[in-house]
């Protein structure tokens, strides 16, 4: 990698995000902790609701460690949520059977009702579930924490939830750019903050996601996925330079170079769409990449899977990969099916 | 445009789409007929249905032409759905508030039952709407046709209407790739009729809109976006070698270029986040665009909208352009921002 230089560290998730090639590239998978394991459903339904789950650092710190358990990934995720940094900062949120609900911010709301300094307060059961992680994980498993990047955060914020063609928020955004500007700013402020507890708790490495990254017109992704992204990125290296930073900045496209090049993260997460010879071709020459089988080839299973886990390993594996799906893991996968990609994740790359 | 003769027309929008670069691009706007004119709503209300609509040639002939009487786009798109072509092939097809709903199709059902010699009867109405449309139109004014291709029609057969993650489909498309190939080649037939009878009634351009082309991995954009739409653009050349055929590959990104290179489309649709910078450089190169003013922006108006489309205008007039949106006109869009845009519309590039 140009201007890097590969650390060497026992955990091959984090010498791959450093930068080096390996003979068996490490994996993990979105969602791997979530509603596809029994051993999940089954504490879900004794803990009740989700945001208990993930504010109980006993139950955030078991569920994560179940995926490890069963499959031997190469990295745990911390279990937790995107949205709640929103909740933190005191908007009001819920979650339904079809999603997240929050009691939508409009433009005319008072944000100086979002208080980006309950964040290590209100949010530090995630940072204690860590640390129990941290005690169960072998010396060989890194742990990766994570938070939405700005501008995805701000869609469920100001949409109220999930959203088709992100209308309100892209219409705040079109109107009055200078205040929408401030909300993402305090977004900023807020997942540094979300972030900093998780890495000081001890995660290895930390994953941006932004999901919604793709719903936005060229000039909307420069200002609220770039340049947010790249502040971001900026104030977390000043406080732990040596932490990896993965951004996915999902359905990026046509930009997915542009936000490789200007952001500053260290590793890119590639979405389902992104050919893998792109991403070597175009990507790889500045970054590790990550990714991206078919979350539906993985519920589906079989020849197919078999075969597109085998072409993405030896197109990408070329250089510095982290095998992963292109998005999380659908409820409805069978664990069988996580079981066989964990046998072929087992074996080294074929040389050649 | 290499190979090509621009032909001289008398009408802006064929030019263009033969080649020929004009001093005043030439517009108009996806569901540029719909919801957002209180002309439509009144007649939707008498009519009751939207499938009634589409069918009664009276109807869809009025509605089709009541943007036109207001802003004069120098275009009249066809007023009717994409998921007639399932309906007339024998699937249930009813339409609530929040979209579509069809008996969906699976592995296991009997494709058999699908006929897709039904299509000129059952769809004849759409004929005779493009009859009574040509009537009302000025000789500068161009109508076009549409359907959806086989990919995005067969999302909406298997899931039973719209999706978030495709996983009936693409698992479909994954098990059995034959038989889910025996179905796109049917919808590509049927495809064919419906777009034939709209062209011998008088349209003079057609688009397919392949919605959810963004939800596919590279393989499957290959396989199901690009490879129907080359045999499907192939059989209409041979009927109709002089009516142009606009592909919209709706979020496309990383293949857009491979899509304009290999399916033999007449003219590209850019979705909303197409670079403008990029549409001028890799595909203008190739072939005309169309498109692509986020439809948030004409849903917010003011000085954010003007901007827009200069910019757009200015770096996309340089070649042969059709103004657009990205995506369909909002159903909450302020009739008079389409004013405004048509009042921009009217007047010719600066020259330099």
Known sequence: ????????????LLRTLAGEVLARPPWWLMRQAGRYLPEYRELRTKAGDFITMCLTPSLAAEVTLQPIRRFGMDAAILFSDILLVPRALGQRLSFANDGPALEPLSETSDLRRLNSERIAGQLAPVGEAANRVKEGLTADIALIGFAGAPWTVATYM??????????RVKGWAYRDPVRFGALIELLGAATLEFLSLQIVAGVEAVQLFDSWAGALSPQGFKDWVIAPTRRLVVAL??????VPVIGFPRGAGLLYERYAAE????????????????ASDRLQCRVPVQGNLDPVLLLSGGDAMRRAVAELRATLGRGPYVFN????????TPPEHVAELARMMAEPLPIG
């Open 1 to 12: 990698m140009a201007g890097k230089t590969a650390r060497s560290s026992a955990k091959p």
């Open 158 to 167: 100001v949409e109220g939830g999930t959203s088709r063609d992100f209308r």
């Open 237 to 242: 290296k000043q406080r732990f330079p040596q």
């Open 263 to 278: 952001t500053g993260v260290d590793v890119i997460g590639l979405d389902t769409a992104v050919p893998a010879k792109f």
């Open 325 to 332: 799906l292109g998005h999380g893991v659908l409820p409805e």
